[in-house]
Structures are given as structure tokens and as C-alpha cells.
């Protein structure tokens, strides 16, 4: 029984005050405590302070109106957390102000008067707001006044009633005394606790009243506030404001009402039944208190809406309007409210909605189902119980199981119970529901735990639902109609509970007030009541209640609660979709595999275990498998065995996340310190040292979680142990006879003993409580060592500086609470810990880390304080010693291999290949390569650097191929890039990797390798440098062709010896000259070399001059010591020279003195003085002597003179040599010697270059025409296409230039750099200037587009032709993009549009090729059509020109595509011209510091060699194999044919003077099959002499190495791996090959790998089980690989075969077998009969038409380039649909449908892409449609216009029909013409233009002059804008016009015009706008 109100209060308004002593809102607050009973505090409840502010929240403050009396009740919260309700009765009594002041001081005392009533009042708003004129010195104000019950119980209906009474008692002055009232009140009415029977009383006034306790203490009673609150806020506020009430959010409410504010409060606390509101609980804050809103704790407050305006800061605080129906949630809330798990939050809201709108389902139906009216309507209270229904239903699903995960640690004295919050989300699947997280978190929920988790206690309501839950969802999952019946059922318990139908049943009576009682004006104030009188009622009161009670409370009965349902075991696994049980079972096999010591078949199964492990339900498997094989306290593994436990293990804790981690962790902590494995005798290992580097571990959370469950299970035992004992003394009655036989639950076991324990001896008690804190104390000790053996790193005893990266690192878990924290000071790679530390300092962090984790769990589990100083006072030592054992552990497990890895293949080394460096264990990593091995890859083996090649061998890591070898190998010398990566993730071991490297090589490969772990960095570091150092070696002579093969050189020094810039003068000389070349100066003339000879070709003191090369890289490109002494010649020594290949082949070609050609073999280079990059023995016109040749050198760039390389039959010669030197200042800089001319005569004419010329020209044949009546297409002249024959080659081209030369103007006047060094001049020859540009020429020298127009004199018959060609600067990036295309470093994707195709496409590569292919074709048909010479002068004339010369050769000459003739091409061409291959390949020694990017010259040359092969496949002697040997071979290094740079330093190396003493290929007799050495004569070594211009000593022995053309012939003697045996040996055939793109196919030397031996041309390593017997191979079947297997070699065509069988077949007969090449000769072929074919003319015709208008395309566009500013203007297109098969007059493919474009003017047709590309070449003139020229072809006349496909270009059409154009001069409609000032867009300058206004084409155009045809420009009237009267401006005239200026305002500009006079002005500006409109 307790008191219905422990305190009543009368407060009053405090007059005598002005402000209180405890004002904290610095307002006046006048309230006193006037009265209290009892005086004295109860002893039990002690009198609560402050209770005045409650009285009246909005301050105290007078009135000049009385207003209604008013009820609320506030709630008061103690100490102790026990709430106080204070219901207050508030009303008004008069007060009179009286003068107090002088009346000096009046104005004060109104100010404050007005101030004490300024503050609203609590209802109606009125203020004191009157002037102070209106108050007088005797004014009536009212006071308020509050009478105040303070009671324990929420009876706020029974509150109000009794001081209603005590109100109407004093305000109608009744017959009772108001002391009798207040003492029953507090004395004499007691309350019967919950579940009690109703109460009637009467307080003493004629009153009869009733109360009813509720039937349970817990359910909370709402009356119908809950429905109210819904009401108010509607369904999905009121869901989010509990959701933000569970999670601990700040909550606010805001009313006008205060009634509402309790009302809401405590129906919001009401739904998270079964939670209780345990933080800050003030439903009615007073508005001086305001402060406490900024307080960090969680709340629930409410406030007046008056004082919004003062709470506008609060960043936090969620705001409820209750009024207006609004939830504000901050928008800088942190974290966000989180919302109801995902079913939940709609279901909830469903059922919401269905109570309190039931008609909404059937509000849309037609003929909803009329409802049976009930007989009582429900009542608001009812539907809020049915509300409550539902959360209470929600709580019980959200919780389900949560029995399941109660941890019992103690039982006795009391239970101790804590909540596995990591198991429960874990087996109810909801890790990631944030708003469980945090409710779990929360303090309501350890509340929750503490009330609700003792298994033995009484029961409520919510205990009944959730243990019936599972059962009323799976019968609503049936019938749907259940779920609203079991809402109202569970509602229909609620309402009960509050007891409200007793209320109706009892009539009360309670006395109330008259209406406008308050109104009263002569009330007297509220009496003083005596307090003695209610001391003596309240103490009687007390004396009657001691009496026995008459009633009987029935108390609810403590039983056992059920479990409701129970969670899954943490390890118990059910298949599901995703993992299936095949896969389970897979994971069993691979664990028994690994138990049973199979590790083979454990291995192969590793790589789908690995993914199944992906999968929860799959780890937690692997954990109880594990514990299944676990038998004692130790397992010993062997190393295979616990290599792959402890990966397994790491692999199942990485991929835990989240809680899921917990379970994964716990399985596995017993297991680390059991499974170990022996590294030497007494060092063990234990798995725990593998498994430390996971975040878990370090979180104190999961270490505390993990410690109470095995408690628990410890706890458990003992009480097992006891039951068992007391077996047979088992009670009849015991609560287990109902359990099922199966062991008990921790839980049952502790209700059963709970409930014994009233019964159990004290002594029992403490013997049972102390076994109890034994186990805890014996398992803090356990879990002491186990933390110490996994926060300790194995390496801690090694410095922080030595030790190596972690393999992998996890983030730490940021969920965890009161974990660590994530501290990394635990772990040796922490960024703000220990980390410099020391074995002390990581002993003393993990101390503390233990005694926190002691200090935490044994305080929760009772632990005596003995025990915990004793577990304090252990740690440190168990620290110690667990560090010094590490020690041993950590040096025996570093010098014993982790893994048992793959043992290291050696990989096969070529002869004089040695290993430089220890090999590095590696994997080899994918990269973005799209082919079929990509299977292969990873491979694990090792990684090799030999004296020539950086070579991968190892086997993939895929255990199904893991049978197989895989080399990938690249040469040193060929490595581009070496990159170093990091993080490499290896898929297949589940690991990732630290350090890698990436190397990229120009033979097309790329080595992507990850180090494995026992690899240092300081190894990798030496790697790099080894590699760089040999990558770029001191001098030539360090790489490997000088290495091994070859004779013995004695005492040849390198051609350089002192390092680069070893000195500060010679890196400030060398800076010097370098600034000075880009500024453009050429460096003093100086003699580098004297020259001797005793030769008569010219002077000795003849001076080489050598000129700064134009790129800054080729600076120092043939540096030689200044005082070098020349070295004699001996006239052997010539006459050796004239023995070399290129020699023999000029003499086959007719260029020796005795064929009588014109020409001689001169030696006028023999000691390289002419020219240091040409070679010896040069040829020469017979008409030049020596001398002359030498002077001409300083003509052309790099002293290359233009020299004949190649003569056609017809004479037509192939000239190749450099650019000549320009007239441009760095030009004139460079010729000052011998320029004896004067600034206006042109610098570059030096006379003996003109007799040059001339003496070549006249070695050409005559013009004569060709006979037309031949049927040969590809003898028909390059004439036969252009269209006119040679009696009209005079003819100018257009009128246009005939017009030009009528006003004598020179073409080549207008070109401001008209390129020099071609000859002499045209000024003052008009006649016979270039006009001509059809005019069939005896030489045509192509050149540079930057030299423009040459001098070459039209007298000689010659021309320039100016070309568009791929320099190096555009084949450098195209060839990056190529390797990066065709070698990606990592997949790329397609959808960026980063295919194969695109990026080979964007790489340019494959249009370089075609360029290539179409100028050599040009320069073919020259040669061989038109019987012209082609001289070649295209930058130094050592690189395109080289390019182009020996592909026009191979096309015109049969006997260069012989395996001899191949060879003597590239000797000539390449190898004596002087390509820079050791430059070009930054093989160069000086090269090591620079930036010099690889230029793909010769391999470009390869590439068009290798598509000529495929388009005329019986064309070639040698096959395509030959030519990728010689592509890799040129940049290996292997062979020292592509080591130099020129002829002169393979002389000053001694190499060509020891190849010119073994003589060239001809001489057939030099190599046998003992190889070079064998062979070598007796004086080899006397060959080479001591080079007396060398300073040093002489250099030790080097070998000369071998030519790779030597090589070849060798192995082309032995097999025929080079030869093409479909070549057919045709002697007169010229190569005309397509050369679009998409005739040319992507080179498969870029693509193709054979990863079985590595790259296959190193042919003594491949081919060494190269000798299969096909024999036994036949019938037998073979699997091979595309790029993993050598093609040719696994499967030979037919040919190898039968020459295979041959040799067998002799064998077997006894015979010597001879050689392949043999038996090829003497096979017959067999005679063919012709097969007649009816060729008609037409089809020769399209067979070479294309080809020869590529060619006469080249020439024209050269021609046109200089003419094209002149009379040309681009074109303007329209769309247009073909509906005829129609040509292309830029690339000259099809067009067809509406896919083109076509000129309005002319009439072209173009292709969309190609209009950008083609020329500016529109002539302004429309063409007729269909003019395509007659149809059919008159021979006769040498036209061949059918050839063209749509009006005629100058470039690619007959000049007859263009012609033809221009003489039918189409007439233009000339609205308006006259002349026209016009301003300059540019320069702004006026010039004087002629304008034509075109009404027809909408044009104004404008010329040079009245008779110019072509227009300079167009305006398009399309795009103008306006046309109006213009400011005056200066034109630099006299006598101008102010009013003749106008401006034409365009899209695009503003064009400024002035007219003569202002008439003209006006008459232009209105025809224009007439135009306009």
C-alpha cells in the first residue's frame, strides 16, 4: 500500500522579492512556497526543491485580468532516477500596488511593474502592454496562485478531482475545513499496489471518489494519449519519432497546451514498451530553465510555443509541433535518424493505418461489403490500445531470439547476465540494420537485458507475445483476417489493465465550481491553513491504516519465462542458394585432404575452396570442420599441412565483416594455440603467429564478447557436474522433469537454481558463488595468454627500421564501441604509435591493453579484488617470457620457406650467356593482353638477368596447369620502360603482394612480375640497378655480341673513353653549344680529322666540316678527340673495300666505269672524309672528279651527298642523299664558307652543284614518248593517266597560271622559303619556271613540304616534288601506342572504347605503313613507268629515305628478294648509308642519362617488307619467320650487324676491316660448317693493327662477334626455318601492293608470344628438344596452343614434312643424308599448261589505274602545295545520295547511298572522313552532273578519264577534262561588281579587292583583280547579319569620303568596306540588303 500524495503545496506569488537568488534565466521570478504538508519530510520520500518553477512555466508575473483556473501535471525526476508527478491547480487572486516611492521615482516603479507583467500569461495571451500613463497609484492586479499535489502514483484524473474539491471548497467558503481536505489527501487514502482492488473514498466534503490500480506494475497506462499523439502527427512521423527515441535522439515538444505536452510524452515513452525511458524526462520545461536543452545527454522535454523564438541553435534536437502537426529533424543531425528494418517499417505502417482508418481498403470499391454496425462504438482509449498493440508486436518480432543470446556469467550470490550483441545480429542476418546496431547499443536495452533476462521472475504481457510470436505469424501467414483479431485481442488486455470499465460502474461525486466563480471581485485571498490540524489528521490517518488489510492483492507468481524461439547455433549451417551443399562438400574434402596429408589433391581443390570461403555459411564450416580434427591440446602439422590451415584461416577471417567476424574469430581463437608445427628441435610453432595482422584482434569488444561466452560454458559444466551428483536426490516436482532429455540450457540451469535458492543454505550459497568466481578468475587468466600470444607480433624482437611491410593490411572495425578504438600503437606499421618501438614498448601497450580487458570483465562478473591484483601483477611476466620465446620462433620461421614453393627451373642460356645476378622468386602477373593464355597466368617460378636477356621460367599457379612451363624473355638491350608497381593482388593465393615490376621491351614484350615475400627490397633494388647498368654499358664493346661469339680482337680501344661531361669544362662547353643550336648558331669550324691518302681524289689538307644536328639528342653524335691522328690506308686495304657487297651489287647493276654508263666507283670516301656517314666506296658521274665530290658535301645536310644507289634497265636511276641546306639564317650560319655572295643573291647556289646535277641528268636516258599501243598495263607511261603527251608537255596548266605568266610574274617569288641545294636559280627565266607542272620530267627530287619550291633549274629537266612522309617525331609516338595497344599493362575496357582494334586504330601505326607503301609506289611507277630518275632528299637521308629507297628497290628488283639479295639491300642501304641503329635503338653508350625515345625505323621497313610478303607471297625467297628474326634481332644486341651507327665506326671498331679480310657473301668460300672461328686464316688477328690515334693503353682481347647475315646463312644451310617454299623466282615482276589500310594486316611479330620457350628467336635455346621424330608423332593426337606453343614447329607444313620423311628414309637405308637445300634443287618441277585467259584491255588498265593515281596523287599534291594559296579554296559540301557506284577523289573507294558528301561548286565527291583531308582545291565552278568523261576510252589520244569516278580533281583526274573545265567557262550571274576597300582580318591593313555580288549562288565574292577567276574570298550571304553605315577610319589615302565607309556584320566577324564615295557606298549597301531580302 503507499500514499496517494506525499506532499501538498501552496505557491504564491513573491511579492517582496524583485529576483530570486536562483533565477537562471535572468528573468524576475516571484514565486515562494507560501504553505507545505507535512512540514517534514517523509522518510522514505524527501520534499522535492524548485517545485515553484514547475507551477507556473512561463514565470511568474501579474495580471489585470483574473483568468480561469488551470490544471497540469509536470514530472519531476529524483536522484535515483524515481519519477514525482505534480499535479497543479492554478488560479488568480487580486493583489493591490501600493506607492512605495517617492515621486521622483515613479518611473521606475511603473517600468517595473510593467516589467513583472510582460510576460504572457499561460492561457490568454494578454501582457501588460499598456502605456504608463494608464497605471495608477492605486491599481488592482491579480497575483497567480497554484495549489500543488507531489505523489509517486500517475493518477492524474483522482489529482484533479481532489483539488477541485479543495478549489470549490474555498471559492463557495463551503462548510468544510480545508485542513481535513489536505490531511486525508495525505494521510488517510492508500493506494493497493498493481493488480490490487479498486479504491472508493471521499476526501471529507461530501465527495465519493474511486480508484483503480492498473493489473501490471510494468505495462505503462496511456488513457488515450497514444491515439492523440497519431492524431496529432499522423502514421509516418510518429514512426520516426520513436525510431529517433529508440537511438537515443534529443526530443522536443512544442505546445500551446500543456495537458498535450504530458500527454505526448508519456504516450511516446509508452510505445517502446518493453524498453524503458532511462535519460533526461521533462514533459513541461519552465521557460527559466531553457539552458537544459543544450545539454549532450538524449532527452524528451516539452515547452510552451511562446518560447520557440529563444531555442532557435539547437543543432541537434529533433522539434515536435504538436499543434501544427510537425517533426523538424535538424539537418545537420549526425548520425541520421535510422528507420525500422526493412519488412518491418511498411508492415507496421499497413497495420497503423488499418486501425485508425479502417475504411480505407474498401474506401476505392464500387460495392464495398456493408459492415454489421458493432454494438458499441470504440472508444478513443480503445484505439489507442490497439495502437500500442502493435508496437508491442513489433518489439516482440524485432527481438525474436534474443533468449538465444543471453550469456550467463554468475548465478549466485545474484545472476549476472550480458547480451551477445555480435551473435544475435549475426544469426538474425540483420549486420546491417543501423537501427538495431544502435538499439542494442543503447542504455535502454542494458535496462532491457537487467529486467528482462533473469530466466526465473514474473512474467507480463510482453513476455506471453513473445513467446507466442513465431506461433500467431505462421497462422496470420495463413489467413490474414487473424492479424487484426489478435491486435484487438492483445488491446482488449491493455485496456483491462488500466481498469477503466470500474470507473464507469462506480457513479463518483466531485465537487465543482459554478461557472464564472473566478470572475468574483470581492474574493478574500486563500486562507492560511493550520498546519497542526493536518499533522493530527494526517498521524490519525497513518494509526488507522496500521490495522490488518480487509482486501487481498494478488501479486503476480515468479516462474520460469519461456524462451520463446531459440536462434541457430553459431556454427550450425544450413545450404542455401548461394552455397550450395556440393560446394560444402568440396570444402570437407579439402580438409580431410589436408588432415590426411594429400596435400596434391588438397592443392587442386585450393583455388574453388578459396571461393567458396566467399560465403558465411562456408566459414563457419571451415571452422567446425577444423574443430572436428582436433584431439588434445596440441596439433603438430607438418609444413604443407599448416601452410594451408593457417591460409585457410586467414582466409575466413578476412572475408568476415562486420559481426559476422565475431563468431568466425571465436571458432578460431582455440584453434591458433593448438595447431603448430615444428621448425627445429624445441622450436615450435604455433598458428597463431600467422593469423595476427587481422583488425579483430585488437578489438577489446570482441575479446569481452568471446571471454562471457566460454564463462558461460564453464558455468554451465559446473552446475552439470552438481546435477549429476545429486542425480538421485532429484526433487519429484523439479522444474527439469519438464525440459526434453537433452542437455539444459545455461538459461534453465539458472532458473532452476533460482528457483532452489530460497531453499539452499547460506553456506551452499557461498560455496556455489565461490566455484563460480573461480572459473572466472581460472578463465581471466586463460584469456590473459591467449591475448598476449595474438597482440604480440612474432617480430618483435627485430628493429622497427628492418622490418618488412605486412603483406596486407585491414582497416580497422570503426562499429565497435568500447573497443581499442582501432589502436594502432598494436601493430609495428602504425602511423601515430610505436613506430620506432621496441620489444619493451609493445610488451608495456599490450600490459595495459590485458589489465584493461581484467579490469573490465572481472568487475562485470564479481571477481574478487585479491584475484584481480594477482591477475595485475601476472601479466607483465607472462608478456616477458611469451617475448623472449618469439625470438627463436621468428629466426627459424624466417630461414624455413613458409610455403613449400615450386622448386626454381633453370631456364636454357644460349652459349656465353651467364647468369649476372641471383634469381628472384616471383609471380608472373597477368596483363591486358586478349589471348587464350591468359589461363597460364599467374605463373609462380623466378626472375633471371643474364648478360643478354632479362628472362621469366616458372609454372602456372593454377594447379590444372601447373604441368606446363612458361618462359617469357626479352633482351636487355631491347628494354624500354622499367617501372616499379606495388600492390599486386594475386587472385589464385588470395594474396596481395608489396613489391612488383613492371619492364617493357621494343621486341614487343612485357614482364609484369609481383616479388614474392622473401624477396628484399634491397635485392630488387640491386636488380634495377644491374639491369640499368647493363641496359646501357660503358662503351659498344660491354653487350653481348662482343661477349661470346667470334675472333679475338686484339687491342682495339672503343671509339670513346672518357665518360660524358667527366669535367666542368666540357659539361660548360657542351652547355654552351647546346643553348647556342636551339638558338639556331652553328659552332666554329674546326678540323675533328686530317685526312691521309694516297689516293688522287683531292688535296690532303682537305677539311671534313660536321654540322650541329637539327635535334638537340643528336648533339653528340659523332664526338671524337680533337687531336686524333688519321689512320693510313694501305692500298689491300682499298682494294679489300672494293670488295664488300654493296660494291659487287653496284658493279651487277652497271655502275663501274667499265659498262660505259657515265658512272664510276670512286674512293673518294675511303677515309671517310667526304662524308662520315657514307660509306668507303661510293659512285660517282664519270663527269665529276673526286675533288668536286668532296666540296659538294657542304650543299646538304651531314655532308650527304645525292649518290646513285640503284639503276633500272631503262637508265632511270634511284638517287638517295640529304636535305640540302636551307636559306634559312641557321643556313646561312652554316654555309658562311664559300658564301661570297651578297644579301640579294641566294646564299644556297654554289655552281658545282649544278654541274652535279647536271653530270647525273646527262647519265639519264633521253625523253622519248612510249609506243602506246602496247597491252602491257604496267609498262604503259605514268602520260598514259596525266592525260597529254610530251609534244604538249609546254602547255600551261590552268588559265590561271597562264594569266600569271602573261604579267611576268615568278611562281617561286611568292614562296618566302623556297628550299635550296637543288641547283641554280629562276630568277629572271619566267619562261622556264615551274609554270609546267605536267611536264614530264627526267628527274624528280622528292623533299620536304618545309623547303616548298626547289631551285632545281627546269633547264635540267628536273622538278621538286614536296612530300608528305612519317618522320621519326610521328613514328616515336605512334610506336608507343602500338606496344601499349598490343602489350597493356592492365585490362582495358572496351566500354571506354579502349578495344584492341580502337587503340591499334589510334596508335597511327598501320597509316604510317600505308604513307610508306604509296611514296616508294610513287617513286616505283616513276622509275618504271615514266622511265624518270627519283632522287630521295628527305631529312638527313639516312632514315625515311632509307625506308623508301630499299622498299622501291625490293619492288623493282627481284634479285633483293632472294635471301643473298635481302641481305646486300640491307648492307647497302642501311647498314653502309649510315641508319643510325645503335642511336635509333638508344643502344648508344652516351645515351644511359637521357630521355631519347626509341624510333621504330628499320622494324617500320620490316612491317611494309612483311606486307609486300603477303600480298605477293611468291615474290620472296625467305619467309615471314626471317624477317621477325631480323626485327627482334636488330634491337637484341645478339650479333653486331645493328650495333653501329655508320661504316666509320664499325672501321674504327676494326669490324669492317676484318669482314673486308674474309671478303663479302660473294665470295662463297669463307664459312664452312665449323662456324667463324674454326675458319678463321692464320693472320687474323695481324688484320687489325693498334690504333695509333687512340690515347689509351691497348684494350684487353674482345671478340668481334657475329654478323647476323652470316647467322642466318648458317641455319639456312642446315633447315629451312628462313625459306619460302612457294617462292617462285620470277625475274621480271614489279611489286605494285595496295597500300590503303585496309588492304594491310596488324604484323603478328607484335602480337604472338610461344610462352612454352620464350620469344622463338634465339633458335640454339629453342630448338633444344627441337629434333621430334615425326615418325612417331604421326597418328598420334596433339594438343597445341595458340601462344603458348611454337606453331611452325608443332604443327610444319607440308614441305618440312616430306624433306623430313626424305632424311628419314635415306637414314634408314644406310645413306648419308643430304642436305635439305639439295634435295629442294633437285626437284623438277613439273611443266604446267598455260591456262588461256581472254585479258581484256579494260582490266589491264584497272589493274595498275589505282596504283598510278596514288602515284600522279603524290605528285600533284606536292605540285599544288606550292600553287594552293594562290587559286585554290576549299570546297563547300552538301550531302549527297549516290545512287550510282561512285569513287572517292580522295582515298578512291566506293561510295553508295547516302553515306557522301559532294562540293555545291565543283562537284567532288568525297567520303564524310575524307573531306577534312582533302586539298583546298575547289575551282569555284559548278561541274554538270554525270560529266565523267566519254564513255568510251580512245586509246589514240592517251586518255584514260574512264579511270576517273566523278568530276575530276587536279590531283587525281586527266588534266585534259580539268582542261576542258575551265574553257567552258560557266557564266556567272554578276548582280553587282566594282572595286571595294577592304580591312584585313588579321593585320588590319586596307587593300583595294574586286567585288561580285552573285544573287544566284547568295555570295559576295572578292578578287585580286577584275580578271581573276579565282576568288581570293567568299562571304556567304547566308551569314550576314546586317549591313549599315560605318565611322570613318584611316585607309592611309588622301581625299577620303567620311560617309563611304560600311560594315557587313557576319556570324563570324565584322567585314569593314570603304567605297570611293559616299554614292558607291549607298548604291553597294542597298543592293546588299536588297540581296538580303
Known sequence: MSRLADYFVIVGYDSDKEKTASNVGGQPTCGKIVQRFPEKDWPDTPFIEGIEWFCQPLGWSLSYEKQEPKFFVSVLTDIDANKHYCACLSFHETVAITQTRSVDDEDETIGSSRLLGATPSSTDGITATSTPASITHHSVMYAPKCLVLISRLDCAETFKNCLGTIYTVYIENLAYGLETLIGNILGCIQVPPAGG????????????????????????????????????????????????????????????????????????????????????????????????????????????????????????????????????IPESLTPPVPILPSPLWEQTQDLLSMILFPNLAQADLAFPTLERPSAIAKTDAQIDKELRAIFMRLFAQLLQGYRSCLTIIRIHPKPVITFHKAGFLGARDMIESEFLFRVLDSMFFTTFVNERGPPWRSSDAWDELYSSMNELLKSEAQNRNLILTHIQELGRVLYENEGTLAHINYAQK???????????????????????????????????????????????????????????????????????????????????????????????????????????????????????????????LDHQQFELVVRFMNKALQKSSGIDEYTVAAALLPMSTI???????????????????????????????????????????????????????????????????????????????????????????????????????????????????????????????????????????????????????????????????????????????????????????????????????????????????????????????????????????????????????????????????????????????????????????????????????????????????????????????????????????????????????????????????????????????????????????PLKTKEKYSTLKGFAKKTLLRGAKKAGFKQKQQTKRKLVSDYDYGSADAQETQSIDDELEDGDEFETQNNAMPRLLTTKDVERMRERSYVQDWKRLGFDAESQRGFRISNANTSYATCRSYPAIIVAPVQCSDAAIMHLGRCFKGQRIPLPTWRHTNGALLIRGGQPNSKSVIGMLKNTTGSTTNAHHDVTHYPEQDKYFLALINTMPKLTPLALNQYSGMNLSMSSLMGHSSSDDRQPLTPELSRKHKNNLDISDGNKSSQGGKGGTMKGNPKNSSAHPFRKMRLYALGEKSQAKSNMNVDFCADFIPVDYPDIRQSRPAFKKLIRACMPSHNTNEADGQSFAKMVEQADWLQQISSLMQLSGAVVDLIDLQESSVMLSLEDGSDVTAQLSSIAQLCLDPYYRSLDGFRVLVEKEWLAFGHRFAHRSNLKPSHANTNIAFAPTFLQFLDVVHQLQRQFPMAFEFNDFYLRFLAYHSVSCRFRTFLFDCELERSDSGIAAMEDKRGSLNAKHMFGAGGMAANGSDDECSVYPLDIRSQRAPAPLNRIGHSIFDYIERQHNKTPIF???????????????????????????????????????????????????????KGKRMVITAGYDNMEKCNPNAYVCLLSEVKQAETER?????????????????????????????????????????????????????????????????????????NCNHCTKLLWGPVGYRCMDCGNSYHEKCTELSMKNCTKYKAIDGAVGPPNVNMSQGDTASIASSAATTARTSSHHFYNQFSSNVAENRTHEGHLYKRGALLKGWKQRWFVLDSIKHQLRYYDTSEDTAPKGIIELAEVQSVTAAQPAQIGAKGVDEKGFFDLKTSKRIYNFYAINANLAQEWIEKLQACLQ
Open 675 to 1053: 595447431f603448430c608445427r615444428k621448425l627445429s628441435t624445441g622450436v615450435v610453432q604455433f598458428a597463431y603467429t600467422e593469423i595476427q595482422d587481422h583488425a579483430i584482434w585488437k578489438n577489446l569488444q570482441f575479446w569481452e564478447s568471446t571471454f562471457f561466452q566460454d564463462v558461460q560454458g564453464q558455468i554451465k559444466a559446473l552446475y552439470l557436474l552438481h546435477r549429476r551428483q545429486n542425480e538421485h536426490q532429484k526433487e519429484a516436482n523439479c522444474v527439469l522433469d519438464e525440459v526434453p532429455l537433452e542437455e539444459p540450457t545455461a538459461l534453465e540451469i539458472t532458473a532452476e537454481q533460482l528457483r532452489k535458492s530460497p531453499s539452499i543454505e547460506e553456506e551452499k550459497k557461498a560455496e556455489l558463488a565461490k566455484s563460480e568466481e573461480s572459473t572466472l578468475y581460472s578463465q581471466a587468466i586463460h584469456f590473459a595468454n591467449r591475448m598476449v600470444s595474438l597482440l604480440i607480433p612474432l617480430d618483435v624482437n627485430v628493429d622497427a627500421a628492418s622490418k618488412p611491410k605486412p603483406a596486407f593490411r585491414l582497416e580497422e572495425n570503426q562499429s565497435v564501441s568500447n573497443s581499442i578504438m582501432g589502436s594502432h600503437s598494436l601493430s609495428e606499421h602504425s602511423d601515430e604509435g610505436f613506430e620506432e618501438n621496441n620489444a619493451l614498448e609493445i610488451g608495456v601497450t599490450v600490459g595495459k591493453t590485458i589489465s584493461r580487458f581484467i579490469d573490465c570483465v572481472c568487475t562485470e562478473g564479481g571477481v574478487t579484488s585479491e584475484h584481480i591484483r594477482n591477475l595485475h601483477d601476472m601479466v607483465p611476466g607472462v608478456v616477458h617470457m611469451h617475448i623472449e620465446s618469439l625470438e627463436p620462433v621468428y629466426l627459424e620461421a624466417k630461414r624455413h620457406p613458409h610455403v613449400q614453393k615450386p622448386k626454381i627451373q633453370t631456364p636454357c642460356l644460349l652459349p656465353g650467356e651467364d647468369l649476372v645476378t641471383d634469381h628472384l622468386r616471383c609471380f608472373l602477373m597477368p596483363d591486358g593482353r586478349e589471348d587464350e593464355t591468359q589461363c597460364l597466368i599467374p605463373a609462380e617460378g623466378a626472375l633471371f638477368l643474364t648478360n643478354y636477356r632479362v628472362i621469366f621460367k616458372g609454372s602456372p599457379c593454377d594447379p590444372f596447369f601447373c604441368e606446363q612451363v612458361i618462359v617469357r624473355t626479352f633482351p636487355i638491350a631491347s628494354l624500354l620502360k622499367e617501372k616499379k608497381i606495388s600492390v599486386l593482388y594475386l587472385a589464385h593465393l588470395d594474396q596481395t603482394l608489396t613489391e612488383g615490376l613492371q619492364l617493357r621491351s621494343s621486341s614487343f614484350q612485357l614482364i609484369k612480375v609481383a616479388f614474392d615475400p622473401e624477396v628484399t627490397p634491397e635485392q630488387i633494388e640491386s636488380f634495377r640497378k644491374i639491369l640499368s647498368k647493363a641496359r646501357h654499358p660503358f662503351d659498344e664493346f660491354e653487350y653481348f655480341a662482343f661477349q661470346s661469339y667470334g675472333t679475338m680482337l686484339q687491342g682495339v680501344a
Open 510 to 636: 466531485v465537487l465543482r465550481p459554478p461557472e464564472g466563480a473566478f470572475q468574483r471581485i470581492h474574493q478574500p485571498a486563500f486562507p492560511r491553513i493550520s498546519s497542526e490540524k493536518v499533522e493530527l489528521i494526517i498521524q490519525e490517518g497513518i494509526r488507522k491504516n496500521g490495522v490488518p488489510q480487509r482486501f487481498h492483492v494478488t501479486r503476480n507468481q515468479h516462474r520460469i519465462i519461456p524462451m520463446g524461439p531459440r536462434l541457430p547455433e553459431a556454427l550450425d549451417v544450413r545450404p542455401n542458394v548461394q552455397n550450395s551443399a556440393r560446394r560444402l562438400e568440396v570444402l570437407r574434402i579439402c580438409v580431410s585432404y589436408i588432415f590426411e596429408n594429400r596435400i596434391t589433391d588438397a592443392r587442386k581443390l585450393l583455388p574453388a575452396v578459396m571461393r567458396t570461403l566467399m560465403h558465411r555459411d562456408a566459414r563457419l564450416i571451415l571452422c567446425r570442420e577444423f574443430f572436428g580434427y582436433v584431439h588434445g591440446n596440441k596439433a603438430v
Open 1710 to 1782: 644406310g645413306h648419308l643424308p643430304q642436305k635439305w637445300l639439295q634435295v629442294w634443287n633437285s626437284l623438277e618441277v613439273p611443266q604446267l599448261e598455260p591456262v588461256a585467259r581472254n585479258t581484256s584491255l579494260g582490266n589491264i588498265f584497272v589493274q595498275t589505274h589505282q596504283h598510278k593515281r596514288s602515284t600522279l596523287e603524290i605528285i600533284m599534291k606536292g605540285r599544288l602545295a606550292g600553287y594552293q594559296d594562290k587559286y585554290f579554296h576549299p570546297h563547300r559540301f552538301e550531302k549527297h545520295p549516290y545512287t550510282t557506284p561512285t
Open 197 to 328: 482492488p479498486q479504491v472508493r473514498f471521499s476526501i471529507g466534503a461530501g465527495d465519493k471518489q474511486s480508484l483503480q490500480p492498473p493489473q501490471s506494475s510494468s505495462l505503462p497506462t496511456t488513457g488515450s494519449g497514444v491515439h492523440f499523439l497519431f492524431k496529432q502527427l499522423g502514421i509516418k512521423n510518429v514512426l520516426i519519432l520513436l525510431c529517433a527515441v529508440m537511438t537515443e535522439n534529443k526530443i522536443l515538444f512544442l505546445s500551446k497546451c500543456y495537458w498535450h505536452l504530458t500527454d505526448s510524452c508519456r504516450a511516446l515513452v509508452a510505445l517502446m514498451y518493453p524498453f524503458r525511458y532511462t535519460h533526461v524526462y521533462i514533459p513541461i520545461l519552465p521557460a527559466p530553465l531553457t539552458e537544459v536543452l543544450s545539454t549532450p545527454t538524449p532527452f524528451i522535454m516539452g515547452i510552451h510555443s511562446s518560447l520557440q523564438t529563444e531555442i532557435t541553435d539547437l543543432l541537434d534536437v529533433i522539434v515536435v509541433d504538436l499543434d501544427g502537426g510537425l517533426v523538424t
Open 1619 to 1673: 625459306y619460302n617454299f612457294l617462292y617462285s623466282g620470277d625475274k621480271s615482276v614489279t611489286l605494285r601492293p595496295q597500300n590503303n589500310v585496309a588492304a594491310l594486316d596488324l604484323w603478328c611479330y607484335y602480337t604472338n608470344e610461344e610462352l612454352a620457350q620464350g620469344a622463338p628467336y634465339d633458335l640454339e635455346v629453342t630448338t633444344v628438344d627441337d629434333e621430334i621424330d615425326l615418325s612417331e608423332t
